[in-house]
């Protein structure tokens, strides 16, 4: 079973790094730990080793220097550690995160996974504070969710109240979101009055939505002004989320 090691270089740096993947015929991984020790993150770190971990043991193939795979909403990638920072040894392969998750611009990657396991942390929590049980599915920014066409990007900002259905599965393509006016007369079942759109954009315009894209198929939330309320699968009544809307994609 794949070990993990915990190290400061000299400049007190944390770095944390695998031993056991060569048994699997794979480079050994490793990554820089920008959070002080005892943060909530660290659980997430090791979650996210371990997924690794299962993915090698579940298919044939081998991460390789400059191939990328994408983790919840981020892309990450894995590059050489040629100048040794990591400790581990010249053959290691660093784990490196996309810089700007939310952006159009081609991506860019940074040392380390902080970022991406400060948006992982936000969409736990909001699972966590909610009493949301099962499995939440992390939809990607390319993931599409059906839309009623009052609801686009230059909208979805302001338009209020708006609810958001999960209504299906996710699949390789579709996230299982139907985002949508709370207007009865608006008729949602009529195919001229929907639309596609990735939720990258719709993220974008309305930050609130982001922490709740995660949570399993049957939940609604309803987008009031300044909080929401959530729906647990077949109930009449919702609770209100405790936290208010996140209102920035910006995140230290």
């Not at 920008?34 to 044939?60: A, V």
């Not at 990607?140 to 109240?161: F, K």
């Not at 300044?226 to 077949?234: D, L, M, N, T």
Request: proline fraction near 6%; include cysteine; glycine fraction near 6%.
């Amino acid at each position: 079973m794949m070990q993990l090691h915990f190290r400061k270089d000299e400049q007190h740096v944390r770095w944390v790094y695998t031993d056991g993947l060569r048994m699997l015929g794979q480079r050994e991984l490793a990554t820089q730990i920008s959070w002080p020790e005892h943060d909530p993150r660290e659980k997430l770190l090791i979650d996210l080793l371990r997924f690794l971990e299962d993915y090698l043991r579940s298919q044939p193939r081998r991460i390789l220097p400059g191939q990328t795979l994408r983790y919840g909403w981020t892309m990450l990638r894995f590059v050489n550690d040629e100048y040794q920072l990591s400790g581990a040894g010249a053959d290691t392969l660093l784990i490196e995160e996309e810089k700007h998750a939310f952006t159009h611009d081609d991506p860019s990657y940074g040392m380390g996974v902080a970022h991406t396991l400060t948006l992982l942390q936000l969409q736990h929590e909001v699972m966590r504070r909610n009493h949301i049980t099962g499995l939440g599915d992390h939809p990607s920014p390319a993931h599409i969710a059906l839309t009623c066409a009052r609801v686009n990007p230059e909208t979805i900002a302001h338009l209020r109240p708006i609810m958001a259905h999960r209504a299906w599965e996710p699949t390789a393509r579709e996230s299982g979101w139907f985002i949508g006016c709370c207007d009865h007369d608006h008729n949602h079942d009529d195919p001229a009055e929907l639309a596609t759109i990735h939720l990258r954009h719709l993220v974008e315009s309305f930050p609130g939505l982001f922490p709740y894209i995660t949570m399993p198929v049957g939940y609604q939330i309803f987008f009031e002004e300044h909080q929401a309320v959530i729906f647990h699968p077949g109930e009449q009544y919702g609770q209100v989320d405790p936290e208010g809307l996140l209102t920035s994609l910006s995140f230290s």
